[in-house]
């Protein structure tokens, strides 16, 4: 009677492994040392992914592009006096991506605008850094710090215009499958509100492919 009943167990245990396998799995990994450890390992990692390299963000911008660009003439001045330039531009890698160097060449019935930007990779941070000057002055104008998100680059700084501080905003977002725009606002009032300055559209070149 005994022997029976032992038989009637086992066999009881064995449908249950062959029913519930996951249980039976979760209960020896219980047993197993640094099991449960290396989830929660798991677990903090995708909480806390790695920040993400950006260090070919920009790799789009490879190539020669026609400008279409509108300036405001005076920003933070009250004038919705704006001015128009055709031109060109051009981007091209450095250092393997990590930098890249852009030339704008545009004119209009406001005169002509000749520019280089340079921006920077800083792999700590995993930002950008884009360092522009316009050729007509030779200097360089502060610095805007920033990355991209979901596709749209959003960079920042601290200027000043005509003495007054302000907060710099630039944006890059892509326009349409082959072109893609640059905005520069200007913010006097600490970030409440924002004006926007400088609306450029590049259209890629249809010889040109990065």
Request: net charge positive; proline share 4%.
């Amino acid at each position: 009677m005994r022997a029976s009943s032992q038989r009637r167990a086992k066999a009881a245990c064995t449908r249950r492994r062959i029913v519930a396998p996951a249980v039976v799995l979760l209960g020896c990994a219980a047993a197993l040392p640094g099991v449960y450890p290396a989830r929660a390992q798991t677990s903090a990692a995708l909480a806390n992914p790695a920040p993400r390299d950006g260090s070919h963000d920009f790799d789009f911008e490879f190539g020669e592009w026609t400008t279409h660009l509108r300036r405001l003439r005076h920003p933070l001045s009250g004038s919705h006096e704006w001015v128009e330039y055709e031109g060109t531009s051009s981007g091209r890698s450095l250092l393997g991506g990590r930098a890249n160097l852009v030339e704008l060449k545009v004119q209009g019935a406001a005169g002509k605008i000749e520019g280089v930007s340079l921006r920077l990779y800083e792999p700590q941070s995993h930002q950008w850094t884009l360092n522009y000057a316009n050729i007509a002055d030779g200097r360089l104008t502060g610095a805007t710090a920033g990355d991209f998100r979901d596709g749209v680059g959003t960079f920042h700084a601290e200027d000043s215009l005509n003495g007054r501080p302000i907060l710099v905003r630039f944006v890059i977002s892509r326009a349409a499958p082959d072109a893609w725009r640059f905005e520069q606002a200007f913010s006097g009032d600490g970030g409440k509100t924002w004006e926007v300055n400088w609306i450029a559209t590049d259209t890629r070149k249809r010889s040109s492919r990065a």
